[in-house]
Each structure stands twice: as C-alpha cells, then as structure tokens.
C-alpha cells in the first residue's frame, strides 16, 4: 500500500489509523444523529466505527486500490491531530468514482467541505487519472450541495427512492463532474 496523503491550504488527508483517537473522530461524526440523516446508514456505535476503520485498512491494501476511505484533520491542530471528519473516493467502472465526505458538526460552515471536494477531484482526475466523478446527495442536504455546485459538479437529476433507511424511502440527487470541466475550472 502507498499511504495517501493529500494537503490543502487549511486541511490534510490521509489514512486513518486503527487507534482510539481515529476511532473517537469516527464516531464523533458517524455517531452523531444530526449528522447521519444525510448518511445512508443509521448512527453508529464507537465499537462499528472500530470496525469500520479495520475494513478502511484492508481495502487499502487491495491490489489494484479502489477504495480510498480517509481521515480529515486540521493543520492548525498539529501533526498527530485527531480527525475532524472522512473523505471517501470509491473507483466504480472505468475512469470513474464516486466521491464523499462527512464532518464533525461544530466544523460545520467553515469551508471544510470545498477544500475536501477539490483536494478529491485533484487526486482523482490527477493521480488516479479518471474522466468522471460523482456524488450523490439527500436532497435536504443543501450545503452539500451547494459545495458540489461550486466545484463545478453538474446536477444529473434525482433518483427516486435510491436509499429505504429508517423505514422510509428518500430519493438523492446525483451529480457528476468530468475531467475536461475540472481542468477549465482549476486552470
């Protein structure tokens, strides 16, 4: 495994680690009710998130890598900082991924999203050389949203009853961004 290790003005990303400070970040987000609603998975315990974090280690180990789950941390919180959220890139097909990120809610509106959003689409239309990308977002999800839309993410349209979660169906938006419309946009 090469280690990914992305850094952006404010952020770094890289690959979480199986200890109880990753594990804690991870549950801070992923056990926050307020913010698994845009999550297509109920709130998770600390032991899951323990879990999660060791499935995220050996899919960093798959020969070829088509999954890259990683931990967010601030460069203003040092060098072993404990993660304020995850970035998710997942290859599906040919030269194309999805994309994802969740936060901590006391990071919320701070521009954490857009830095994480364009640091995915360098490391992915760069070194992973794909031609599209795409993100799905709960449609209740404005800022996220908004932060796709200022990437340069197109609105593809909704996809009806995509996720029964909750005992409930929710629809999703989907977006996409292909590798010409980022270059326009970066250069």
Known sequence: ????????????????????????????????????????????????????????????????????????TRHEDGEQAAPIGNAVLGVEGVRAAFVGYALRRDTWGQGYASEITRLLCDFGFGALGLHRLAARVDPANTASSRVLTKAGFQLEGRIRHDLHLRGAWHDALQYSLLEHEWTAAAG
Do not use: N
């Open 1 to 72: 495994m090469v280690p990914v290790q992305l850094t952006g003005p404010r952020l770094s990303i890289r690959e979480f680690q199986h200890t109880p400070g990753d594990v804690d970040a991870l549950h801070a987000v992923f056990g926050d009710t307020e913010t698994a609603r845009y999550l297509p998975f109920e709130p998770r315990d600390r032991e899951t998130c323990a879990d999660q974090i060791a499935i995220y280690l050996e899919e960093a180990q798959a020969e070829p890598r088509t999954v890259y789950r990683l931990a967010v």
